[in-house]
């Protein structure tokens, strides 16, 4: 397990053992574990993001694309 990004926006933890990743939309409070190819294609597009993001408001951005997938609460213990 790896804390890959925790800012404001987003906390994403990569599980590279299982091949999944956990992204969380702190704004909202919902997340989701993507696994397989869409942990591999969202692994690229969050490197894309951060190496040409600029201000928090491209992480906003770029994560609402991914908002209708995100459907399973936050719990915080």
């Known amino acids: 397990m790896n804390v890959v ?6 906390y994403v933890v990569d599980y590279p053992n299982h091949d999944a990743v956990e992204v969380i939309d702190k704004r909202r409070g919902v997340g989701t574990l993507f696994r397989d190819a869409a942990a591999q294609r969202f692994r690229q ?33």
Request: zero cysteines; hydrophobic letters at 45%; a negative charge.
């Open 45 to 77: 597009e969050l490197r894309d993001v951060a190496a040409s993001a600029t201000e928090m408001d491209d992480f906003e951005n770029w994560i609402a694309d991914y908002g209708s997938l995100m459907t399973q609460p936050a719990i915080y213990h």
């Open 5 to 10: 990004l925790n800012n404001p926006v987003l």
